[in-house]
């Protein structure tokens, strides 16, 4: 059962990555991105955070993609063209990118003996567990987390502000 | 322990925040087009705070708050006092470049402070999760400011590299954490190491640590993740490259010095011969990278990756002289590094009306002031005695040797030989008859910040060059506060 | 019926390298961001994993954070994104390349 | 008691002179008269040490040694010897005949210009003064900078490249004598000389011979460019050509000699030994070869350019034969050089100022003309040309005599030089002076040597007379030395020896 | 006399002459000038002469030393002074030629400009010439022997604006460093041997060591004499002393033919010590004068400008000397210098006269008849041609013979071809010289060619506008004419041999010196108040069974003499037409010996040119240029082309850099993973 269930959210995750690196049109990249972003939520409740798989689709799938197609549609962004601006991100890159997931793969196999399985619902975290950790001994982190928002929003206000 | 006190030990990163808060909430009550200048001066008060508060810190006991994500010690006041220089001087920089109304000048403040906070809290962070914080925070500043020369196409286009791949590099430097806390169940610097002894995936740790590099080696633009900087450097504004090019770098070696010798010691092995090689080739590259350049900041661009070489080299000594000597090295190449752009900002003003190394031909005809300080900052770059840049390098390099490094001294040194045809085609064009004055007149005359900003590194330079005395005293403290890499044993090193 | 957890790793290392592909090959700069934002569930999905392997909070809290910073980045680099397609009028990133040697 | 402050205040005069030229307003000659005031005031210090040197007792005097930075252990220990004291006072007296050389010839910027100059004294006097190595190698590096600037500001229409040249020849070997020096300083622990003399005539067999014998190799190799010794002269003839006189007058021959006689013999006699026979050779072949292009040289720096190389040569090769006398020679030899050799640069300066050309087929029948100029002219030549009871001779006569003993073929050689330096300075006089007046000379009016120029070349003259009939005066306190020295050497060569038998 | 004889002064007197004249002449009054070079060598003289009449109460060798000139070591050299008999004879010969060249040339010289400049030049020369006579040590020698080098080389080129002579004088000097490269390695070989420099030191050991045969001593003997062949003019160093005629007619009279030449010939006279130990370097000595005598000889025959007759005469003169030294007849040599410095140095002062009277003219073609208008200087000349002739009783014959006397008995084996090439040469001097005689004095004045030809750039040459007729010198030019006339006349007989009823008083004068220096000073001191006839025997003095050999020897070479005159008569007095026909009958050997046997060019072909050309394009040209300046270029470029190399991975986009990243990552990943382990790369 819970293997069934991260086989066809693993796939349909890999699907989306791969579909939005086929796609030429950014919505149906950003499309394809919500797809994998949902059924990563999924896969974190089969991890047993529920809370995490909540913020997920709601952050994730529902505030940023959003942002995303929003700016889009904004720049009425149209199909990419194919330009071969860069050889070296095929020559060098795509290699680079194999021989990462190479030996992540294989380290990740080699020691799966030493690392332990997941069975559903035998480790739940809570909202309690978390709001503990996070408001107790990450106090001074999260705290800090607004000063990034603050940054963010001073950010995007300078920049996207029309010259005068 | 008593709120209060938990407060000091974040009291500079504290009042920066405070006052880039200020800022924002003064900026609006300006009218539209009145100088900004007054919120430039604001923050200079409050960064000269933030640098008492960090000296006031060296008078409390040392030690955690906020349940051990957070800590003070030598070694975090020594970063917090630099950094707070740097931001020092950069707006100082600023308020003498930009125009009085230049647009959202007062954001650029505000930034100025809250990415200082950031950088503050990664040398300062005890949990890894903190470090990425700050280590965002100071990023995403940095980006933003990368892109303030709007008008020209080159703004936006240096800020989307550096916002693109610096993400692209955050994204391996979070996997990495992800590995550590694989490895080991935590992301709480201290605890790393001993859990790491029992772990039974320690090659998780390895992978993570390479991971962590790479995220590192990015932001101090350290060979092979050096691409960035060139490109980045010239698109955006003077006084900010002055300030990229130093505080977050300084910033990011200490997280890495905190990793590598508080949580990962055990690993040095493992770590030892991948930084010799990013040191070796950065120092290589960025030389020769800038041999023939004739822009001059994507030549000190280049410069900052053979430094980041350099400082690199420091590392792999495996002793606290080691990280005495790093500590050192970045505050002597913050110092110089600071006042050259200072010089270049104010003759270039904030969209670079001076590019090429060529334009500054004769710049000693029209201020002898100008052409003296960046000759000079430019002769510390390369090391010559009695200057912070040959001190820093001596010191760097006694390390390296006293552990058996003979090979990288040698590389090291050198390339600073290399160096030294770059940095003096500049010092001999200064002083060389000018051939077209347009440009040399269209400089404005030295500002009082300007002055300020000037006497500050000159001055650092010299001490650092002739009594380093007590800041090589404060960095072997924060040294020694870095153990138990400080036990590391020389001896495997040492072949 | 249990799941090693480095099935999960596993399947992150995909996505993450999948991430640094698209990268690589997309021209549009929104997708390249997308990218990123892909590698970072990639490092979420790796994070929970070992949240779960250690039963320990602290990994889904990182997660959290990832989050509040994916969205400030998007945040900021859309506005950049905007800032590029006034001064250019693309989105092309290979068109972006004023800057060389 | 000014014996405890003495070198310090000479080393730092300059420095202060400096400061205050740069706040000097540019107003008149003002800057001139009170940089000449400063160097005539250094040389009046420098005196103070022959004056105060106990001639009896060898090692170093005037010694001052304070603590300066705890970790990496750094002293600031200064001190001289019976070879650096008259170096000090070489460079004390050079002082302010440079100043005049430049009255003239700099009229712009000078404020720059005297600033660096006198940076420049500060640095050389440092580098002969100091005993702490790391110091010793600040003041050797800050040497560089002020001169490579000056050149670049100040030179002909090429300046600039030669000033990077110059820069890039001399710094890239002085980055491996640093390695050098934090080699030593990680197996010794300690930058002080005397110590690390101690330590490594002590202990220096338990350090590796490989390790022991490249360092003194990087050692040779940052001095041996600064002379320039013979393949290592590529950037001599540029910066002669394009540098100022009172530049010329300083970039070649004493800083890299001192440091060979005080490091390479003082700290690795054994290597030494073993490296002598290849600088003997390269010594001799520097000697010919500067002859033999000077004499077909055109431009007049250039040509004093290959002149110096041969003389300098003489030095290296009196200071590889490890004898007293030889020695004595070499020191007595740079001393004569750097006296001659800046006259010389200062006439031709003189004629520079006044017809604008180094081209030496553009002058001749001056002599009618400038009988003054005339005269200093050959005195200096023949000074230069090694004429008895003129200084040139008796450091030629000791170097020659002692390299004919330990080498008779090398020294035959050598000797040959004799003859082709007549030929070529000869020929340089013959050229300026004699014959038709040429085109240039009989177009120009142009007065003769000038009271300013008068007052800067007579002591000089007057001094090669005196070096020249004179010299146990300055050899008592030289021999003390280098006595040592040879000694050390030879101590060397008998260890050496007792290893060689082990070995086989 | 014991109290000091302030032997520095004679030197240093002439030097304060120098000093004067040199700083302040320029304004004084040439009377002026003239009078203090005058005192300046006079007061040397009346010393010198002082101390000859007190000579014999002189315990000899007599030093001095004044100071420490070199002490570095265990080498020392000192200034100090030392006189015996040879000295004396240097020095009286020295000042007292020199005086009466002073005076001469103040009226010589009286129409030139740089008078002033002049007279101090004379004075230094006296000041290194007294010096290089009266050192106790070969170093200090050595000051003299360069000094007068120097000396020469100023007054060569005087007239410096006449490239002539500045080229003459340069290469004079060129040429004798080319000797003094010899005298140093000589030195050094000295100093390696003996540790010392001062003749008494290096004398007394090679007399303590009689088994010191040949070996070093011969390398240090051939190494001086190249020393003196450069200073005396010998093969193969001569070419610079006919050039040196361009210098005025006084320093040619004083420097090239009474003084500074005969330096070498001192030199070997006073280290004869090392030359008796080598019988080669003796032969070679020999053999070298030898040659030089008739080779410079054979060039004089046909030389046309007067002066330079002389000066190859010079030439084969001090062939002569070397000659003697070559068969060890030291005495014999210094003998001769004494005799040579008076005729020779009249020749030169009345051929001045000459000139003098001529305003400048110097070719003989165009002089003649001027016996009557110039009585004086005509019948002073004529002592002088008769003197170096060799006719008895004039000095030259006595010198002379007894050379060629000495030559023969030698027990060298080398001695009877010596002795005939010194003979040959006599005929041959006898021809030149009483050419020289009748071509100008005799016959009818052929001054009217001067119109045809162009005269010499002689230094009046200045005033050939006002051309004034020919006229006798004045009585200052004219006294020393006549003084120096005497002693050519009574000056050999200071040496009439036994043979001809006199006892040689020079050389029983000279013989402590040249004799017993093989027992050390002190020795010898004591011998010569103890018992002097033992001295005295162990000279070579002929047995009386050989006085008629000597007797018959005389004979011959006056005979030869007269054959000279005779044929010179024949030629230029009886039939004046016959040198051109025979010039155009042997027309290769006349133009052979015109162009002095082509030697200067040869020199030219065969050694300057070829080290120029290797300086210019060899060394220069390909080297320097090429591999020095080359190599570090080519240095630069390939650092900055690997530079450019890597700029090439700046390609501005952003995709390709993050293809850079990925691979270093990649790269870091297995580094770490798979990677050295705790193995560190070096």
């Not at chain 4, 007792?57 to 001190?79: M, V």
């Not at chain 4, 300026?432 to 003259?461: C, I, T």
Request: aromatic letters at 12%; a neutral charge.
């Amino acid at each position: 059962m819970h293997l069934v269930l991260f086989f066809i959210f693993g796939v349909l995750c890999v699907a989306g990555a791969l579909n939005l690196l086929l796609q030429r049109h950014p919505i149906n990249s950003a499309l394809s991105l919500i797809v994998v972003m949902t059924s990563l939520a999924v896969l974190y409740l089969l991890l047993g955070a529920e809370f995490l798989a909540a913020a997920q689709v709601i952050v994730y799938s529902g505030a940023i993609m959003v942002l995303f197609t929003f700016v889009i549609m904004l720049l009425n962004a149209g199909e990419e063209e194919r330009t071969h601006g860069s050889k070296a991100a095929y020559m060098v890159g795509i290699p680079g990118a194999a021989a990462v997931l190479g030996i992540l793969a294989y380290v990740f196999l080699k020691q799966r003996g030493n690392l332990g399985v997941a069975t559903l619902g035998s480790y739940l975290v809570t909202t309690h567990d978390l709001s503990r950790l996070l408001f107790r001994d990450l106090l001074l982190p999260f705290e800090v987390t607004s000063v990034l928002i603050l940054v963010a929003i001073l950010g995007a206000v300078a920049l996207a502000r029309k010259e005068h | 322990m008593t709120g209060a006190a938990q407060i000091f030990r974040i009291l500079p990163e504290g009042i920066l925040i405070l006052t880039g808060v200020l800022i924002m909430l003064f900026e609006p009550l300006l009218a539209k087009n009145a100088s900004r200048k007054p919120l430039g001066w604001l923050a200079v008060l409050g960064t000269l705070v933030a640098l008492a508060a960090s000296l006031w810190q060296l008078q409390l006991p040392f030690g955690t708050a906020y349940f051990g994500t957070i800590q003070t010690d030598p070694f975090s006041i020594f970063f917090h006092l630099l950094i707070a220089g740097i931001v020092l001087v950069t707006l100082l920089v600023t308020l003498d470049a930009a125009a009085p109304n230049a647009e959202s000048l007062g954001e650029l403040f505000a930034l100025i402070c809250f990415g200082a906070s950031g950088m503050m809290l990664m040398a300062s962070a005890d949990e890894l999760l903190l470090v990425f914080v700050g280590l965002e925070i100071s990023s995403i500043s940095t980006y933003i400011m990368a892109a303030f020369r709007r008008k020209s196409a080159k703004g936006p286009e240096s800020a989307i590299k550096y916002f693109l791949l610096g993400s692209f590099a955050t994204a391996f430097f979070l996997y990495g954490i992800a590995l550590i806390f694989g490895a080991t169940g935590t992301t709480d610097i201290p605890e790393i190491a001993n859990l790491l002894a029992v772990s039974h995936v320690p090659v998780f740790g390895i992978i993570g640590l390479a991971m962590i590099l790479i995220g590192i080696g990015f932001k101090v633009s350290a060979v092979p993740f050096q691409v960035w900087a060139p490109d980045v450097y010239e698109g955006a504004p003077s006084p900010v490259v002055g300030l990229m090019s130093t505080a977050p770098k300084a910033a990011a070696f200490a997280v890495l010095l905190r990793v590598l010798y508080t949580a990962l010691p055990a690993l040095h092995n493992h770590w030892q011969p991948l930084i010799w090689w990013m040191a070796a080739l950065s120092m290589t590259v960025g030389n020769l990278g800038a041999l023939r350049q004739q822009n001059i900041k994507r030549m000190l661009a280049y410069s900052s990756i053979a430094h980041a070489g350099y400082l690199l080299v420091a590392f792999t000594a495996l002793s606290a002289d080691g990280i005495a000597a790093a500590s050192f090295y970045a505050a002597s190449y913050a110092v110089m590094n600071v006042g050259a752009f200072a010089v270049i900002s104010h003759a270039g003003g904030m969209d670079d009306r001076l590019t090429l190394v060529q334009d500054y031909r004769g710049l000693a005809y029209r201020s002898p002031l100008l052409a003296g300080s960046l000759a000079f900052f430019l002769i510390s770059l390369i090391g010559i005695p009695f200057t912070g840049g040959f001190f820093g390098k001596f010191y760097v390099f006694a390390s390296a040797l006293h552990s058996g490094l003979v090979w990288l001294t040698i590389i090291g040194l050198v390339n600073s030989g290399i160096a030294v045809y770059y940095y003096l085609r500049p010092v001999v064009a200064i002083y060389s008859k000018p051939v077209h004055s347009d440009l040399l007149d269209s400089i404005p005359a030295v500002t009082v910040p300007l002055l300020l900003a000037l006497v500050l590194t000159v001055a650092g330079t010299l001490i650092l060059g002739i009594a380093p005395g007590r800041v090589l005293a404060l960095a072997k403290a924060g040294a020694q506060t870095l153990t138990p890499a400080a036990t590391v044993d020389t001896t495997t090193a040492a072949r | 019926m249990a799941v090693p957890i480095a099935y999960y790793l596993v399947l992150s290392a995909i996505l993450f390298s999948i991430g640094v592909a698209a990268f690589l090959i997309k021209r549009n700069i929104i997708t390249i961001f997308m990218s990123i934002e892909l590698m970072l569930n990639a490092v979420n999905l790796a994070f929970v994993a070992f949240a779960h392997q250690w039963h320990h909070v602290s990994g889904q809290i990182f997660v959290f954070f990832v989050m509040v910073v994916a969205a400030a980045e998007a945040a900021v680099g859309l506005a950049i994104i905007i800032a590029i397609f006034r001064t250019r009028s693309t989105l092309n990133v290979d068109q972006v390349d004023l800057m060389k040697l | 008691m000014l014996n405890d402050s003495i070198l310090s205040l000479i080393t730092f005069v300059p420095t202060a002179g400096a400061i205050v030229v740069a706040l000097l307003p540019r107003r008149g000659k003002l800057i001139q008269w009170f940089t000449l005031l400063v160097t005539l005031l250094t040389f009046a210090l420098t005196l103070h040490l022959p004056a105060h040197y106990n001639y009896g007792q060898t090692g170093f005097q005037f010694e001052e040694n304070h603590a300066w930075i705890a970790s990496p252990k750094i002293g600031y220990h200064l001190g001289i010897d019976g070879i650096s004291m008259w170096l000090v006072v070489l460079v004390g007296f050079l002082g302010p005949l440079a100043v005049l050389a430049s009255w003239k010839a700099i009229e712009s910027r000078t404020k720059e210009f005297y600033f660096l100059f006198l940076l420049q004294q500060t640095a050389m006097l440092g580098v002969f003064v100091a005993l702490d190595m790391f110091l010793y190698y600040g003041f050797w590096e800050l040497s560089l900078v002020p001169m490579a600037i000056l050149i670049a500001m100040f030179g002909r229409q090429r300046g600039p490249q030669a000033a990077i040249k110059f820069f890039i020849f001399t710094f890239l070997p002085s980055a491996l004598l640093l390695v050098g020096l934090l080699w030593l300083y990680a197996k010794t622990g300690t930058f002080d000389f005397v110590q690390t003399q101690q330590y490594l005539a002590q202990n220096g067999s338990t350090l590796a011979p490989q390790a022991l014998w490249w360092v003194s190799l990087a050692f040779l190799a940052a001095f041996a460019v600064k002379v320039p010794v013979f393949p290592l002269h590529g950037w001599l003839s540029d910066v002669f050509s394009e540098a100022p006189t009172a530049m010329a007058m300083v970039v070649a021959g004493k800083l890299g000699l001192y440091s060979i006689i005080r490091f390479n013999l003082g700290l690795f006699p054994e290597q030494s030994r073993q490296i002598a026979p290849l600088m003997i050779a390269l010594a001799v072949i520097g000697i010919l070869y500067g002859a033999l292009i000077a004499l077909v040289q055109q431009d007049l720096k250039r040509f004093l350019a290959f002149s110096t190389v041969g003389h300098l040569s003489f030095c290296v090769l009196g200071i590889f034969c490890f004898t007293v006398v030889g020695l004595n020679g070499a020191v007595y030899q740079v001393l004569n050089h750097e006296l001659s050799g800046a006259a010389i640069l200062i006439l031709f300066g003189i004629l520079y100022e006044r017809y604008g050309t180094y081209d030496m087929a553009l002058y001749g029948g001056m002599a009618a003309k400038l009988p003054r100029m005339a005269t200093f002219y050959v005195i200096t030549a023949l000074s230069l040309v090694g004429l008895p009871i003129l200084n040139g001779f008796v450091g030629e006569f000791l170097i020659l005599s002692s390299s004919f003993r330990v080498h008779p073929y090398w020294g035959t050689a050598a000797t040959l030089g004799v003859i082709l330096s007549a030929a070529y300075m000869l020929t340089m006089i013959q050229k300026l002076f004699y014959g038709e007046e040429s085109q240039l000379v009989a177009n120009k009016n142009v007065p003769d040597v000038v009271a300013r120029e008068g007052v800067a070349l007579v002591p000089a003259v007057i001094l090669m007379l005196v070096l020249g009939v004179a010299s146990p005066y300055w050899i008592r306190a030289i021999s003390g030395a280098v006595s040592g020295l040879a000694q050390n050497v030879a101590h060397a060569t008998m260890t050496l020896t007792n290893t060689m038998a082990e070995k086989q | 006399m014991t109290s000091s004889l302030h032997l520095w002064l004679i030197p240093l007197v002439p030097f304060a002459g120098f000093l004067v004249n040199g700083l302040l002449g320029r304004r004084f009054p040439k009377a002026l000038v003239a009078t203090i070079a005058w005192v300046a060598t006079l007061i040397p003289f009346l010393q010198v002469l002082n101390i000859a009449l007190h000579f014999s109460s002189l315990t000899l060798p007599y030093t001095e030393r004044v100071a420490t000139w070199i002490a570095a070591g265990n080498f020392r050299a000192d200034f100090a002074f030392s006189l015996d008999q040879l000295t004396l004879i240097m020095l009286l010969v020295v000042t007292g030629v020199g005086f009466l060249i002073h005076l001469y040339s103040a009226g010589y010289m009286a129409h030139e400009d740089g008078y002033w400049r002049f007279f101090a030049y004379l004075n230094l020369f006296m000041f290194f010439m007294l010096t290089l006579v009266l050192a106790e040590n070969f170093l200090l020698m050595f000051v003299g022997w360069e000094g007068v080098g120097l000396a020469s080389y100023l007054l060569i080129g005087f007239y410096f604006t006449r490239d002539s002579a500045a080229k003459a004088g340069k290469k004079a000097f060129v040429v004798n460093r080319i000797g003094d490269f010899g005298f140093l390695i000589g030195m050094f070989l000295l100093i390696a041997h003996f540790g010392t420099l001062s003749f008494d030191g290096i004398f007394s050991q090679i007399a303590q060591h009689p088994e010191w045969q040949g070996g070093f001593l011969t390398a240090i003997a051939l190494f001086l004499v190249l020393g003196a062949t450069g200073k005396s003019a010998q093969i193969p160093l001569y070419v610079w002393l006919p050039d040196a005629m361009e210098g005025p007619t006084p320093v040619s009279a004083l420097i090239h033919a009474a003084t500074m030449v005969t330096a070498g010939v001192y030199m070997i006279a006073r280290s004869h010590a090392i030359f008796d130990r080598s019988p080669f370097a003796l032969s070679t000595v020999a053999i070298i004068g030898a040659a030089t005598a008739l080779f410079a000889a054979t060039i004089g025959l046909v030389q046309t400008d007067i002066k330079r007759v002389l000066a190859y005469s010079t030439v084969s003169q001090l062939g002569y000397m070397f000659l003697a030294c070559g068969v060890a007849a030291y005495s014999a040599g210094v003998f001769h210098l004494l005799t040579h410095a008076f005729f020779k140095a009249l020749l030169f002062l009345a051929a001045g006269s000459v000139i003098h009277a001529l305003s400048g003219e110097q070719d003989m073609r165009v002089m003649g008849g001027l016996r009557k208008k110039i009585p004086v200087t005509f019948w002073t000349m004529t002592a002088a041609v008769f003197a170096i002739a060799g006719f008895p009783p004039f000095a030259g014959f006595f010198s002379k013979d007894e050379i060629l006397y000495q030559a023969f008995v030698s027990p060298n084996p080398i001695g009877k071809i010596v002795w005939f090439i010194g003979l040959l040469t006599a005929g041959l001097t006898a021809f030149y010289m009483f050419r020289l005689w009748y071509l100008t004095f005799f016959g009818e004045s052929r001054a009217d060619q001067a119109a045809a030809h162009t005269p010499e750039p002689g230094h009046h040459a200045e005033k050939e506008e006002h051309k004034h007729p020919v006229h006798e010198s004045p009585w200052i030019m004219l006294a020393p004419l006549v003084i120096l006339a005497i002693l050519s006349v009574i000056g050999g007989w200071v040496g009439v041999p036994a043979a001809l009823g006199g006892h040689n008083e020079i050389e029983h004068f000279l013989s402590p010196v040249m004799h017993a220096q093989h027992l050390s000073f002190e020795q010898v001191s004591v011998a010569l108040q103890t018992q002097p006839q033992t001295v005295a025997s162990t000279t070579p003095e002929a047995p009386e069974g050989n006085h008629s050999l000597e007797l018959l020897l005389a004979i011959v070479s006056v005979a030869t003499a007269v054959i000279g005159w005779f044929f010179a008569h024949l030629m230029y007095f009886a039939k004046p037409e016959l040198p051109k026909q025979l010039a155009a009958k042997v027309h290769g050997l006349y133009s052979l010996l015109l162009n002095k046997y082509w030697i200067d060019e040869l020199y030219g072909a065969v050694i300057v040119t070829p080290v120029l050309l290797l300086s210019r394009y060899v060394l220069k040209g390909l080297f320097d240029t090429g591999v020095i300046t080359g190599g570090s270029l080519a240095l630069g470029y390939t650092t900055q082309g690997i530079g450019s190399l890597v700029q090439r991975v700046q390609s501005g986009n952003i995709r390709s850099y993050a293809g850079w990243l990925a691979i270093g990552a990649a790269a870091l990943l297995l580094l770490s993973y798979f990677g050295f382990g705790a193995h560190l790369p070096f």
